[in-house]
Each structure stands twice: as structure tokens, then as C-alpha cells.
């Protein structure tokens, strides 16, 4: 599986390889091509906020695997003022766009799950996960695939010497 | 009205991608959608002005590539809906949530017309309980909290109800008493993080509470409303003026109820 992926927010063309990345992981995970959109457009929103407000932050973006789902997970760090109404600053029509709910509101209504931690003077953390649910032909198909693995190791037909 | 300008970006950026598409490209789809929303552009009309493009696309490929660009223009257009698709969630969220508004207006007016009935003082002697069995419901499920309580102690009574989530566990009655201890005269908001500051409430895991205490006309206070662990966030200032309210009706109704009982012949 992918290691985390970690790219410097400067400019809007720092956006570039956020959004590739995002979309490529995404894909590997297994969501769908829409999905995959959607997740590149939080990554957008969220990248345009750093540059916009802070000028430097860092995205980094991981795979998670559970159970029976898959998962994608952002982190967006920056060190700048940190925002001081959170929740003033994720409901829709606050700050920019003139109330169309873009920004960090929109973000937060693409993905499943969305945290914000923000510190005057110390910046603000966003960690957003997108899930996929993992159907069972996947499941067991794994299931097969670890079963037949376990035959082809030593000893796995019980003649251990 | 779209501007001819961003009829114009929107059939070059298209063209550009069905050319040579990378994420660059699709960028400028997603950049596209977001203007199209800024300037308020229905998607119908981005939806027109993407076939159009598409068109011009297609007319300039050869036969054998319009496949190729078919499949590209769905990505692109795909990527310029992206923003409609974010207000769109905003609208939804903002309709449920206009929804719930509905539901709790609905219910206080209910339990106001109750805690108002001229007849609730007359109809029987455990009226006050009553009463506060059914704030603590109401305030519970107006503030999304999981337990509530309400008690009154006034006229050499000690009356108390409680309300507790169907899904919630049982929780032992002594934390709520000590809970109620917290919060006394004002009312206290105190988030998960307040709470572990609290040094009363050390032992107790944490969670969020409201309290807002039952005023006598003369001001003393006679009781406490009391709300715990909210599922989702924490206790707003719009769930403490709920609860303000409710508790300012429950007291009036509950010194009605005594004033009743003081002067009614026996």
C-alpha cells in the first residue's frame, strides 16, 4: 500500500500534485471516478484556503484500511494566525464567495468526515476522511487470496519436521 | 445570465483537454465550476454551454478520435460540477436543518400551550411532576442531549424527573446528582474540555453538560434543568436559550400550580 503522500502548499499550482495525488490514490483505494472528484475538490478547497489565508501550509494524505472499508485521509496543517470562530467559519455563507457554501463548508460536505482543530497564533489542523465501503465479492476474494497465500507457505499442510 | 466570456473559457478549456488532458486541465474544469457558481450560473445552462463545447470539440476531431473526446469532455464536465455539487449538499444541509428548526418551534409551542393550560393547577396532585417529567423529555430532545433532568425543591417539596435516551445507557442517579451540583445559580455551559478542568467532575468521564436553574418570582432558585452529553458537538448558546426558556415557563407554571393549591378550598 501507497506510503503517505506529503506536498508543501505555497501557490495555487501547489493545487497540481495535491489533487493528481488525491485522484490516484483515490483510485487505487477503489472509489469511483466521481468519488475521486469529489475528493480532489475538498483537496482544492482546502489547499486554496492555506494560500489564501496563511500563504504556507503542508497537505499530507493517506490510505486507511479497515474491515470491511477503505479510506482516504487528509491532513492540511498550516502555522498561521488560526481561525478564532470555528464554527462561524464552517457554516455556509461565511467568509468568501458571498455565501455559496464553497470553501471550508463545501469541503466538509464532500467528505464523511471532517475535524477541524485551529490555536490562536498556532495554526490550524483539518483532517478529512472519505470511506468506501468494501463489497463482499471483495472481501471474499481476499479472504481466498490470504487462504491460498497460508497453502503456499511452509509447513501450511501440516508436515512440519 | 452567463457571461459570453465564460462561454468562451469554457469551450477553450474543453477543447484544451480533449486535446492533451492531465490534472492541469482538469483544474481548470473544477476552477470553471466554481466561477459558473459565483456568477450564478444554473447547471442547466453550464450543462448547455458543455454540449455546445463539446460540439465545437467534436467538430474539429477526426472520426476516430471522437471517442477519445466524448470520454475526456465527461471528465472535465464532471469536474466543472464539482462546485454545484458542494452548494447543492449546502442547500440540502440547510433544508434538514430548517426542517429540525420546524420540529423544535413546533414542539415548544406545544409544551408552552400545555405548561400554560389554566386547567393543569386543578386537574391533580401530581401535577408537578408531571411538569417536570415532560420538560426534561421536551429539553432533552430539543438540545439533543442524552439525559436530562428537572427538580424542584420549594414549598417543603423535593420533586424530581428524569429523561434518558432509548439508546443510551443507564447512568447511575448519584452522577447526576453530583452533576446537578455543578451548575447552580447561572446558567453553565461546560464542553467536554471544561469538564476535565472541572476539579468536582475529575472522576466522572467526560462528557458536556447544560445547566440552567428554576427561579422563583423573588428570584430565589428553586430547581435545576439539567442536560448531559449532547451526541453531536456541544451545547450551543441557541440550546441555552432553549433551556432558559423552558425553565422560565417551568417555573412560572410550577408556582401557578402551588398558588392554586394554597388558596383552593379543601
Redesign the interface.
Known amino acids: 500500500m501507497t506510503d503517505d503522500i506529503r506536498i508543501l502548499i505555497t501557490s495555487d499550482e501547489d493545487m497540481l500534485p495535491a489533487r493528481s495525488h488525491a485522484r490516484a490514490l483515490a483510485l487505487e483505494l477503489g472509489f469511483t471516478r466521481t468519488d475521486a472528484t469529489l475528493i480532489a475538490t475538498a483537496i482544492s478547497e482546502i489547499a486554496r484556503n492555506i494560500v489564501v489565508h496563511v500563504g504556507k501550509g503542508e497537505i499530507t494524505m493517506k490510505p486507511v484500511q479497515e474491515e470491511d472499508r477503505n479510506g482516504l485521509v487528509v491532513v492540511a496543517q498550516d502555522a498561521g494566525p488560526g481561525i478564532a470562530d470555528l464554527s462561524a467559519a464552517l457554516e455556509q455563507g461565511f467568509a468568501s464567495r458571498g455565501g455559496l457554501g464553497l470553501g471550508l463548508p463545501g469541503a466538509r460536505r464532500l467528505m464523511d468526515e471532517f475535524e477541524i482543530q485551529s490555536e490562536r497564533g498556532r495554526g490550524t489542523t483539518i483532517t478529512m476522511t472519505k470511506w468506501r465501503l468494501r463489497d463482499e465479492l471483495e472481501l471474499l476474494r481476499e479472504r481466498r487470496a490470504r487462504l491460498d497465500g497460508r497453502a503456499g507457505e511452509p509447513g501450511s499442510d501440516g508436515s512440519a519436521s | 445570465m452567463i457571461s459570453s466570456g465564460f462561454r468562451r473559457s469554457y469551450v477553450e478549456a474543453l477543447d484544451r483537454h480533449t486535446r492533451r488532458a492531465d490534472?492541469?486541465t482538469?483544474?481548470d474544469g473544477?476552477e470553471l465550476g466554481?466561477r459558473a457558481?459565483?456568477e450564478r450560473c444554473s447547471a442547466l445552462e453550464l450543462a448547455a454551454i458543455h454540449h455546445d463545447a463539446l460540439a465545437a470539440s467534436l467538430t474539429a476531431a477526426s472520426d476516430t478520435a471522437a471517442a477519445d473526446v466524448v470520454v475526456a469532455a465527461a471528465?472535465f464536465f464532471?469536474?466543472s460540477l464539482?462546485?454545484f455539487?458542494?452548494?447543492h449538499?449546502?442547500?440540502r444541509?440547510?433544508a434538514s436543518a430548517a426542517a429540525a428548526e420546524r420540529r423544535s418551534a413546533a414542539m415548544l409551542r406545544r409544551l408552552s400551550s400545555f405548561l400554560a393550560d389554566a386547567s393543569l393547577s386543578a386537574r391533580q396532585t401530581e401535577a408537578d411532576v408531571e411538569v417536570l417529567h415532560l420538560v426534561a423529555e421536551h429539553a432533552r430532545e430539543l438540545t439533543g442531549a442524552t439525559y436530562a433532568t428537572a427538580n424542584w425543591r420549594a414549598y417543603g417539596k423535593d420533586v424530581r424527573a428524569r429523561s434518558i435516551d432509548v439508546s443510551a445507557p443507564e447512568t447511575e442517579p448519584e452522577v447526576l446528582e453530583r452533576l446537578e451540583a455543578v451548575g447552580k445559580l447561572l446558567p453553565t455551559r461546560l464542553s467536554r474540555v471544561d469538564w476535565t478542568a472541572e476539579p468536582a467532575l475529575r472522576d466522572v468521564p467526560p462528557s458536556n453538560l447544560l445547566s440552567v436553574p428554576l427561579t422563583a418570582l423573588d428570584g430565589e432558585p428553586v430547581g435545576l434543568l439539567l442536560l448531559v452529553e449532547k451526541g453531536t458537538g456541544e451545547f450551543t448558546v441557541v440550546d441555552e436559550a432553549v433551556a432558559v426558556h423552558l425553565a422560565e415557563m417551568t417555573a412560572a407554571a410550577l408556582e401557578r400550580v402551588e398558588l392554586y393549591r394554597s388558596t383552593a378550598p379543601s
Open positions: 490534472e492541469a482538469l483544474r473544477y466554481r457558481v459565483a471528465s464532471q469536474e464539482s462546485a455539487e458542494m452548494v449538499r449546502g442547500f444541509e440547510a
